[in-house]
């Protein structure tokens, strides 16, 4: 038995020696992030490169992930990705921890531009920009010229597109957009600007639009029943053929700008691999790994700039376009004012 347990004791020596991992316990990073936005062979490649086990687990929605945070589900997590107004909630109620900044050496990776956006935290201290993205605005080529019509807001007002226009039903989008487009700011609590963008809505947008979809609006377009729909340009993309693609859909974002989100790693304060959970994050914006995740969705390079020269695919639209966009940051209370203001849209409708 004692020579037994020597020879293990040396074979285990050696292992660690030579960075073999057989003889230790391998950690686990508990990831809870959007569905399916993470590349798997990115996690595959991080789980043999750091002999850890990444374990996955989704949500749909802001609201779900931090109900299941706040309801006992913190301490299960590692990391977690929440959207800008989130990020604000979760620093608010002091539930992430610091990110280990010697272990982020991709911290220069990061945009400029996206640090400017990300008031909540432009140092990077608490959370890392994992993708900035916007909703815009689709035109179906076969039922209306190219060109014969405005590339801002004021489409929505275009009669020719009566009962065939949608917007999204997300009030922060919709009132966001209304709100740019007079030359306000979107995250304003000012009420005689909120209700000149409610009016303008329900005078010169709503007449034309058939519904609210934030879901469906993409097999909608895709079927030819919506000739102009507001919405995210992955969703319409994803319904329409390929092959179509050129001579169906117009997307573009305003120059006036809009709103856009802005999705980031995060760590949880309760998390007992900070160090691991940093590696991840830095580990994906390794641009050659960030690349991977930008091709599967056909998104512009805006967050991580480098990682354009490894893309295989051509983006759906150009980062540029989200340049005069503004995030949908945390309004507290002041929240109520615009879901009110909805309700009484939705009511017009």
């Known amino acids: 038995m004692k020579i037994t347990s020597k020879i293990f004791i040396t074979v285990c020596a050696l292992a660690a020696v030579m960075g073999l991992t057989s003889c ?32 996955v687990t989704e949500y749909d929605s802001n609201e779900t992930m931090f109900n299941k945070l706040v309801n006992g589900g913190a301490k299960s997590f590692d990391i977690c990705v929440p959207s800008q107004d989130y990020v604000s909630i979760l620093l608010s109620k002091k539930m992430l921890q610091p990110i280990v900044q010697e272990k982020f050496t991709n911290k220069n990776k990061i945009n400029p531009k996206v640090l400017e956006k990300a008031t909540y935290d432009p140092e990077m201290i608490y959370s890392v920009p994992y993708y900035l993205g916007a909703a815009g605005i689709c035109v179906n ?34 009132l966001g957009d209304a709100l740019v487009h007079k030359g306000y700011s979107l995250c304003t609590t000012n009420e005689d600007e909120l209700n000149s963008a409610a009016e303008m809505i329900k005078k010169e947008w709503l007449p034309n639009i058939v519904k609210f979809d934030a879901e469906g609006f993409g097999k909608d377009f895709a079927r030819g029943d919506l000739w102009l729909c507001h919405g995210y340009a992955e969703v319409v993309y994803g319904e329409v053929p390929e092959e ?97 203001i909805w309700e009484k849209i939705r009511i017009s409708k």
């Open 24 to 55: 230790s316990k391998t950690k686990t990073l508990n990831l809870f992030t959007w569905t399916y936005y993470t590349p798997e062979d990115v996690v595959a490649q991080f789980e043999k490169d750091y002999n850890c086990k990444v374990i």
């Open 141 to 174: 080529k076969k039922k209306m010229p190219a060109g014969d019509y405005a590339r801002d807001w004021s489409i929505f007002a275009d009669k020719r597109f009566a009962n065939h226009a949608s917007m999204m039903d997300d009030y922060r989008e919709v």
């Open 244 to 340: 179509e693609w050129e001579d169906t859909i117009d997307f573009f974002i305003p120059k006036e700008g809009g709103a856009s989100y802005l999705d980031s790693l995060c760590i949880l304060k309760d998390s007992k691999n900070a160090v691991l959970a940093t590696e991840f994050i830095n580990y994906i914006h390794d641009p050659k790994n960030y690349a991977k995740f930008l091709d599967f969705f056909n998104f512009p390079c805006y967050v991580n700039p480098e990682a354009e020269q490894y893309m295989t695919t051509t983006p759906l639209y150009n980062a540029s376009e989200m340049d005069n966009c503004e995030l949908k940051n945390d309004l507290g209370e002041n929240l109520d004012k615009y879901y009110s």
